[in-house]
């Protein structure tokens, strides 16, 4: 691939973005994989490491309320539900949806379509685990500040948040736009508190590292 020719996902966004329509790029990228094979750069075929890791040694109870933001075709929504998770799992692209309804035809993740700048109002203060995984970073920057603000609505009392994003070393053109330390800083609130944030080294990409960042919004 040649400068000439960007990926399905840089062609896409840059349209996206100048039609002012940031977030517009994601159901064309994932009717094009559908149509035409474009590549999905985050669609893996386990769920993330980092995700994995994390969760397993996690002390969530059975049959909390869980909720994956931009989970694409499922793969970690279903880690999640396999952990006796009461999971949703929202994407904003109707192609991706319909692409891990398929994928995984006996899941008891309920999949939404859904808009995270202006989810359901009935997910607000609904969930115990929310889990923001590369997610944010495929959004330019002049939105972050209110997905975050979206993200942190829907976490209910006593909730966990758990974010994981690719670290920002140089500004970057994007997608995606990686997290630099104050940008998950961001997450925190008055009434919600870091509890871990780390520099992780990927499992699944030598030399490369993620941010992996815990948060808890206390009970009362």
């Not at 140089?170 to 919600?192: C, K, M, N, S, V």
């Amino acid at each position: 691939m040649t400068d000439a020719q960007p990926s399905a996902d840089r062609r896409l966004a840059a349209q996206a973005l100048a039609a002012n329509d940031p977030t517009g790029w994601f159901e064309p990228l994932y009717a094009e994989a559908a149509a035409c094979g474009a590549v999905v750069p985050w669609d893996r075929a386990e769920p993330n490491p980092l995700l994995v890791d994390w969760l397993t040694s996690a002390s969530i109870p059975q049959g909390a309320r869980g909720l994956v933001i931009g989970c694409g075709y499922g793969t970690d929504a279903e880690f999640v539900a396999a952990r006796g998770i009461r999971t949703t799992a929202f994407d904003i692209s109707p192609t991706a949806i319909r692409g891990a309804r398929a994928r995984f035809p006996q899941s008891p993740v309920t999949y939404k379509v859904a808009d995270l700048l202006h989810p359901p109002e009935a997910w607000l203060g609904a969930f115990d685990l929310v889990i923001e995984s590369i997610t944010v970073q495929s959004l330019p920057p002049e939105i972050r500040r209110a997905a975050v603000t979206s993200i942190q609505n829907l976490l209910a009392r006593d909730a966990t948040l758990l974010v994981i994003a690719d670290i920002a070393t140089a500004p970057a053109l994007g997608p995606p736009w990686p997290l630099t330390a104050d940008d998950i800083g961001a997450f925190t609130a008055p009434d919600l508190t870091p509890v871990r944030i780390q520099c992780l080294p990927r499992p699944d990409a030598p030399g490369r590292h993620r941010w992996r960042a815990e948060f808890h919004r206390p009970a009362s």
